[in-house]
């Protein structure tokens, strides 16, 4: 969609300016008054105006040998030196030539001596060739910034798309599970099955609008945690306690969707689906300093060959790594009888 102009953003005052001709003016101005610094003990206006005549001169010329570079992309690698020297050589006789008829237009000095001119070719030669290697250094700062630019770009998309993918991975499983469910109770408890599928549909509503975000806030996972719970409740009945404990002011942390949902998937399936008694599951999130810890526990061990548990916790950590940074960090321990999955965050998020 292209705004109107009164509505699109203005680009800001150093981006719009032109620096080509800014430098190119203020080059050239500071090569006249280094003539006319150097020429103070013959320091008239006709001296003062052969110097800005070869300043004007120097900026037409280096302008033309400026379009010749762009033309011919003599500049890019490898460099053309076979075209470079010459270009260099012939635009500093050019500018010789020009100042010389300066110095017969104006006569600062009664006759014009002709035995400077080889100096003076050199001089102009040298000028030429510091031209030409800044610009060549600018555009080579512009050509890497614009390689890093797009560099960036490419990183920022493909980590856009490997977390895209791996939310993928989650909601899928997450559904399964649920449905396994629900058919478990649809020929026992019908009136308990449509609940859960009330339930359901709120779990699927928020997995469809999450998705589209790398992060959401502590608060809207949870209540989907909640939601996903109270159809697990519906299941276990009295064998699944849960309690929620979340320190004030932690509600809008924010956190990759779903990495919530998966450890409280694993709680369930090898805490209170794995035993006969069932098991209690602690949900918590306290603030350590400038660090975020929520830990999810759940009564039991953690299972010695349980691929299904370890893809959950990869993927946790990827998506953690991808959305939140190096510092965010995903720990599973097993202390007393009790499995805890603990997420970090830091604390800023």
Not at 13 to 42: C, D, E, M
Not at 75 to 93: C, D, H, K, N, T
């Amino acid at each position: 969609m292209i705004l109107p102009v009164s509505l699109a953003k203005p680009r800001p005052l150093l981006v719009r300016l032109n620096w080509y001709w800014i430098f190119q003016l203020a080059g050239w101005s500071f090569v006249a008054l280094v003539s006319i610094y150097f020429n103070a003990g013959h320091r008239t206006w006709r001296i003062i105006a052969i110097a800005w005549w070869s300043a004007g001169a120097g900026v037409l010329l280096s302008h033309g040998w400026h379009h010749l570079l762009r033309q011919h992309a003599w500049l890019e690698r490898p460099l053309r030196w076979r075209r470079l020297v010459p270009g260099v050589m012939l635009s500093a006789g050019a500018q010789t030539t020009v100042v010389l008829a300066g110095y017969y237009l104006f006569n600062p000095f009664g006759t014009v001596d002709l035995t400077y001119l080889p100096s003076a070719w050199i001089y102009w030669i040298v000028i030429y060739c510091m031209w030409t290697f800044v610009y060549a250094s600018v555009l080579g700062l512009r050509r890497a910034n614009r390689f890093e630019a797009e560099a960036l770009r490419l990183e920022i998309h493909a980590k856009d798309a490997e977390l895209r993918a791996l939310q993928a991975q989650v909601n899928p499983h997450f559904f399964f599970n649920s449905m396994n469910s629900v058919r478990a109770l649809i020929y026992e408890d019908p009136q308990s099955a449509a609940r859960m599928i009330d339930q359901l549909a709120a779990v699927m509503r928020y997995a469809l609008q999450s998705g589209q975000t790398e992060t959401v806030a502590l608060a809207a996972e949870l209540e989907a945690v909640q939601a996903y719970l109270a159809i697990e409740k519906i299941r276990f009945e009295e064998r699944m306690q849960v309690s929620v404990d979340v320190d004030a002011g932690l509600e809008q942390i924010r956190i990759p969707p779903m990495a919530l949902q998966t450890l409280v998937e694993n709680a369930v399936k090898y805490g209170v689906e794995a035993s006969a008694s069932g098991s209690e599951i602690r949900i918590r999130a306290r603030r350590l300093d400038d660090t975020v810890h929520i830990e999810i526990a759940n009564l039991g061990a953690i299972p010695p060959f349980a691929n299904s548990t370890k893809v959950g916790l990869v993927n946790t950590r990827k998506r953690l790594a991808l959305a939140l940074g190096a510092r965010a960090q995903l720990d599973l321990s097993e202390h007393s009888g009790w499995v805890r999955a603990t997420l970090t965050l830091p604390g800023g998020v």
